[in-house]
């Protein structure tokens, strides 16, 4: 009887191609450099039909969403990579210990060899194709297996990089939720994924049997933290503003907000009045993006409609006569006041235009509640207070972090990008990518003259004295 064919099966021509010729070359600066900037042309060259897919993938997406966070973060990070990718190869030179001497010693930086991406809905192009630079600069072959929730983009992708990249260098794979499962236990030399916490651990344990190092961006419930006297409405202005980009489709979007009881309804009308000015209209609004696909849309609502059933005063911006198109999934930006802390909304990460809204009583309770849940991928405290915000960044363990503004964070090259605990582990981005898919290799040179010799067997007088004297 013949065995069947398994989706690992059809991917294992394209993985044993790359790691054929990784085996037989690694890229030098100027064949690293010049792909890098092979793939800023083709980028910038598919700009405009990158901004159609994913309009057509999400049913109506933002373009200068799209611009801006899909293509122009991926522009910077070859730009940056680029930039320094000489400084970045270039061995570093390490101490010697002082009886070692004149011995040297130095940091190489080696390609780990093939490097697996599985990537996200949410910024189809970014999320793929930024760890993919990385990967590149540090001398690797990738393989990409982006979201089947976004087949528009990743068709796309896959023409544009076959335009750049040779199969035995760069390949992407496209497939439903079997095949990236099986492209998971592939032996990579690396495996980054970027998705949700549950789906992270399905990764680790595929990865594990081939002792496979792995990278994993996931989310959580990221807080942000109102300081007692801070103007809520800047705060609000601020977190309207990444609550709604993307429509809250963003693993670091601001997922609750704890703000002091007394500021919670002025905060919330400033809040609403953010959402109004942003949005005149959500109907047609071609800047307000939807969301991906009817299974989150519902989702959202169910969750919406759990906290409505359960007393929670429920506030959505919809403009007066609006009626939501059909077709489209639109969520209008959603507002719950003080959800039961058990209610789905408050249990899961959101990942949508929902904010739970909660009210505390005193700073050090806000911050005994962050800390009593998982770690989060980021966190956002507004306080211009310099020793109550150093106490807060003390005492909070996040992935990323930043102040009196959220979500800017993810888009800074210097910055890396990655979580903890449960929202992850392993950085990249920037310089922290290039060492992420390189091993850093420690080499020391002996010098032709050295006094190791005073080390070997039978051990000499000088040499117990020496001993002596070191460890006195």
């Not at 065995?3 to 990784?22: G, V, Y």
């Not at 006569?321 to 059909?326: A, K, S």
């Not at 850093?440 to 117990?464: E, I, K, T």
């Amino acid at each position: 009887m013949d065995t069947p064919f398994s989706p690992i099966d059809s991917l294992r021509p394209s993985f044993e191609r790359l790691r054929a010729a990784q085996l037989a070359h690694i890229s030098t600066y100027a064949e690293r450099r010049e792909a890098l900037d092979r793939l800023g042309l083709a980028v910038r060259r598919h700009r405009d039909a990158l901004v159609q897919a994913c309009s057509e993938d999400f049913g109506r997406r933002a373009p200068l969403e799209t611009l801006g966070a899909d293509v122009m973060v991926t522009l910077d990070e070859i730009k940056h990579a680029r930039k320094h990718l000489r400084r970045w190869m270039r061995p570093t030179r390490r101490a010697v210990n002082l009886t070692f001497k004149p011995a040297r010693a130095e940091m190489r930086y080696a390609p780990l060899g093939v490097v697996g991406i599985v990537s996200p809905w949410n910024y189809p192009f970014q999320l793929a194709l930024v760890p993919m630079v990385n990967a590149l600069a540090a001398g690797n072959r990738v393989m990409i297996k982006p979201s089947e929730f976004t087949p528009k983009v990743s068709a796309l992708m896959a023409r544009l990089l076959a335009e750049v990249f040779p199969p035995d260098q760069v390949v992407l794979v496209q497939g439903d939720a079997d095949l990236a499962a099986a492209f998971t236990q592939l032996p990579f030399d690396h495996l980054l994924f970027t998705g949700s916490t549950a789906v992270g651990r399905h990764v680790m344990a595929a990865a594990a049997p081939n002792l496979t190092p792995v990278t994993l961006e996931l989310g959580g419930k990221s807080p942000t933290l109102i300081a007692p006297d801070y103007p809520v409405e800047h705060a609000a202005d601020r977190i309207a503003f990444g609550k709604c980009f993307n429509a809250g489709q963003t693993c670091v979007a601001p997922d609750y907000v704890l703000v002091p009881r007394a500021k919670r309804d002025a905060f919330v009308s400033a809040l609403m009045a953010s959402f109004a000015r942003r949005y005149p209209t959500l109907a047609d609004n071609p800047d307000y993006t939807a969301v991906v696909n009817s299974r989150q849309a519902t989702r959202l609502r169910d969750w919406i409609a759990e906290a409505r059933a359960r007393g929670t005063e429920v506030l959505q911006y919809l403009p007066a006569g609006e009626t939501l198109p059909t077709g489209v999934e639109i969520v209008p930006p959603t507002v719950l006041l003080d959800p039961p802390l058990d209610c789905q909304a408050m249990q899961q990460e959101i990942f949508g235009p929902v904010l739970p809204v909660i009210s505390y009583d005193s700073h050090d309770a806000a911050l005994a509640f962050i800390l009593a849940r998982d770690k989060p991928l980021a966190f956002y405290p507004f306080d211009r207070d310099k020793t109550r915000l150093a106490r807060s960044l003390d005492r909070i363990s996040a992935g990323t972090v930043c102040v009196n503004d959220v979500i800017i964070q993810f888009g800074q090259d210097e910055l890396p990008v990655g979580g903890v605990g449960a929202s992850g582990m392993g950085h990249y981005h920037g310089h922290a990518g290039f060492l992420t898919f390189s091993k850093s290799m420690p080499v020391m040179y002996q010098s032709r003259l050295n006094g190791m010799f005073l080390f070997d067997a039978p051990y000499s007088d000088l040499a117990r004295r020496a001993v002596a004297w070191l460890t006195r």
